[in-house]
Every structure is written in C-alpha cells, then in structure tokens.
C-alpha cells in the first residue's frame, strides 16, 4: 500500500493521483478518505505509518507549511522507509529531504502523462484493478472539482445576473451564455439545418451533437417555485449533479448546480 502525505488544499489533486494509482493496480491511503468518523486522526495516521513501506509526498506551498505534512514524512524518514516526492507547483523542498530526488507533476498535458515518469520508480502493481469501483470515484472527483469551480464562479455571477435570467458557464470555454427567462419556458439544444429548427438556446458551436445533445435537449422553465429542468426524452438524457433526470418531469434546479446534456457540462446560475 502507498501512503500519500498531502495538504488539505491539495485534496482535488490527491483524489486525482488515487484514481490513477488505483487504475494501475496500487492500494493507496489518504487521510481524507479513509479515516473513518470517530476516530482520532494522528493515531490512525501513526498506525497506518507503521504498516506501509512507501510513500508519495505530494509537494505544495501549503504542503511545505503544513506541520501535520512534516509529521508524516519526518516519521517516515525515521523509520528509514521509502519517500517519494512529487511537486505539483514551483516550490523548494523540506531541507531533510532536498536530497532525495523529485518528480514533478506540472507543465505536462494530463495526469497520466506525469504518472509514466512516477511508474519508472515504483514497484510492481499487487492490487487487482476494480475497473467499475475507479469509473464511479472518477465521477465522483469530477463532480467535485466542477462544484468546487461553481462555488469559485459564484460570487461574480451573483453580480452580473439580474432577476429574469439564467447564465449557462461551460467549465472548458472562457464565454458564458446568458439567457433572458421572461417568457418564462426556453429550450435547449442545436440548430438543425435540415428543419429550420432552432431551439433558444443553441449549442451548435460547442459540438453538441457530438456530446450527444439532441437537437430539443430540455427546457429550462421559470416558475413561481424557481427554475425547473425537464428532459424532452433526449436519446442520451439529462442529468443534473450526475442525477439522472426522468423523461418530461420537470425538476426543481439549484443555482451552481452541475447539468450534463448528454456528455456536454454546463454549470447552470441564477438568482435564488
């Protein structure tokens, strides 16, 4: 098992790296996941220590200033067990352990590109891989990187959207859609050049039909209750934080809530 020593403001990255680990067959322990409720952390983290034989310190600004961090690889050094540290920023590491030689973890495209340098140095993979139980934690990591950028969104949207509109933010574009919700019902889809059909708002441009949009997705509707999301029994369905929507029930939407038409990512804000 592989004991990964992080700082808390580095969980969404930690959660990443596990994934990987754990989709190339490496049993991982991170405190923020596997230390259950009740018990009393530096115990378990010094139990833990004990067991393992290596571990991936996962070097930050916060990590380097952090004492709980310099606990756990200090205990560590001590016993005379294996460090592995992975920088994912420009920072200097601890004095006790600059000689130990680092990998980093930025200016590469993706994790997995950064991962074959990390695997050139550990053993051979001895956990059998749950391919299922990795695809739902992947879901879930994403999930909470996207609510983490809406929470990050939130304050500045809050000033631009006036009392009748709607702003749709795709997470990989730099625009925003605004939407005028006067009339109450707005559909949601792509232009279809064949019909004429152009639902209100037209996601053409952002490949729609190759994220599996259908071409009248849903309708965002405003009621006395709030803002409500149907899904017009789209072939690839509509989700809403990674729920799956019922056919043409509409569902009570929440401000920075997460809305996936088809394989497109939208996160959604209004007024509440």
Request: hydrophobic share 40%; net charge negative.
């Amino acid at each position: 098992m592989i004991f990964i020593s992080h700082s808390t403001q580095d969980d969404l990255f930690v959660n990443k790296l596990r994934n990987v680990l754990r989709k190339h067959g490496y049993e991982t322990w991170v405190d923020h996941s596997d230390v259950l409720p009740g018990k009393i952390w530096d115990q378990v983290v010094e139990e833990v220590l004990g067991t393992v034989d290596l571990m991936i310190l996962v070097l930050s600004n916060s990590a380097i200033k952090s004492h709980a961090v310099a606990a756990e690889w200090r205990e560590f050094l001590n016993m005379g067990k294996t460090i592995i540290p992975v920088r994912i920023e420009e920072c200097r590491p601890p004095l006790l352990i600059r000689h130990l030689q680092y990998i980093d973890f930025f200016g590469a495209p993706t994790i997995e590109d950064h991962f074959q340098k990390l695997a050139k140095v550990l053993p051979a993979p001895t956990h059998p891989v749950n391919t299922e139980e990795i695809e739902v934690d992947e879901r879930a990591f994403e999930l909470a990187r996207l609510k983490a950028q809406a929470d990050g969104l939130n304050l500045m949207m809050n000033g631009l959207i006036l009392e009748n509109q709607a702003v749709f933010v795709l997470p990989d574009f730099t625009e925003k859609l605004i939407v005028d919700m006067t009339k109450g019902k707005i559909f949601i889809g792509w232009y279809d050049q064949e019909t004429g059909a152009r639902p209100d708002i037209d996601l053409s441009k952002y490949d729609a039909m190759k994220h599996g949009v259908s071409r009248q997705h849903a309708m965002l509707t405003k009621t006395t209750m709030g803002f409500t999301l149907t899904d017009l029994s789209s072939r690839n369905g509509t989700y809403i934080d990674r729920e799956h929507l019922p056919v043409e029930q509409p569902v009570l939407l929440k401000s920075k809530s997460i809305v996936h038409l088809g394989n497109l990512t939208l996160i959604v804000f209004f007024k509440d």
